[in-house]
């Protein structure tokens, strides 16, 4: 039921940075996991960092130490703060509960990461 919007990708040279946003249309946040997926062309879409509803952060070992998630419960909003981008972090991001089964799929935002 609940509906998400993942907003803040585009174009950016490797090295550079982005904020990608998720705003859900309901408090959801405080109840469940919550995730940030990609999926690149070709690839299956995998699970990069997800937090808890106890506030704790969780990588995935190709974006440990570049990328950050947090979130604002009181806006139902979700940030993926990302530093230090590479090519291969070129995808379609996705927020979603975890396990995905609890939550559905939005529209995504498209990262592309190219000199």
């Known amino acids: 039921q609940v509906q998400l919007v993942e907003s803040g990708g585009g174009l950016v040279q490797p090295g550079g940075s982005l904020r990608l946003s998720c705003v859900a249309s309901?408090?959801?946040?405080?109840?469940?996991?919550m995730g940030w997926y990609r999926q690149a062309p070709g690839n299956q879409r995998e699970l990069i960092a997800h937090?808890?509803?106890?506030?704790?952060?969780i990588f995935a070992d190709s974006v440990k130490g570049r990328f950050t998630i947090s979130r604002d419960v009181a806006k139902n909003t979700m940030y993926l703060q990302m530093h230090s981008l590479k090519p291969e972090d070129t995808a379609v991001y996705y927020c979603?509960?975890?396990?995905?089964?609890?939550?559905?799929w939005g529209q995504g935002t498209q990262v592309t990461v190219s000199s």
């Open positions: 309901r408090s959801i946040f405080s109840i469940y996991v």
């Open positions: 979603n509960t975890v396990p995905e089964e609890f939550g559905s």
């Open positions: 937090i808890t509803t106890g506030n704790r952060a």
